[in-house]
């Protein structure tokens, strides 16, 4: 069982940056691929970024590479995504997920945290 919790969230004008954070409970973080996702009103849940277990391979979207980078540190059981040159376009509740050990879906989700970029 993997518990997780968002923090970072808020308000920031166009070209600002903010950085998420994502705490979880449990030994076993470190086995676990995460995700950063993101969701507006009306449209499904986009994952943004991911990153695999040893950090050795990571993945982001089109509309966010080479502007977020995500991050972990298995010692302090946290997930990062670090958000520069934000666009409106990026405002959206955003969700860090556990995906499963022997499974591609994504089984463990945070609260989420409002992210909200000024124009």
């Known amino acids: 069982q993997v518990q997780l919790v968002e923090s970072g969230g808020g308000l920031v004008q166009a070209g600002g940056s903010l950085r998420l954070s994502c705490a979880a409970s449990?030994?076993?973080?470190?086995?676990?691929?995460m995700g950063w996702f993101r969701q507006t009103p009306g449209k499904g849940r986009e994952l943004v970024a991911r990153?695999?277990?040893?950090?050795?391979?990571?993945y982001y979207s089109d509309s966010v590479k080479g502007r977020f980078t995500i991050s972990r540190d298995n010692a302090m059981n946290t997930v990062y995504l670090q958000m520069n040159s934000l666009k409106p376009e990026d405002t959206a509740v955003y969700y860090c997920a556990a995906r499963g050990l022997n499974s591609d879906d994504y089984v463990y989700w945070g609260q989420g945290t409002q992210v909200t970029v000024s124009s």
């Open positions: 990153i695999n277990w040893s950090s050795g391979s990571s």
């Open positions: 449990g030994r076993t973080f470190s086995r676990y691929a």
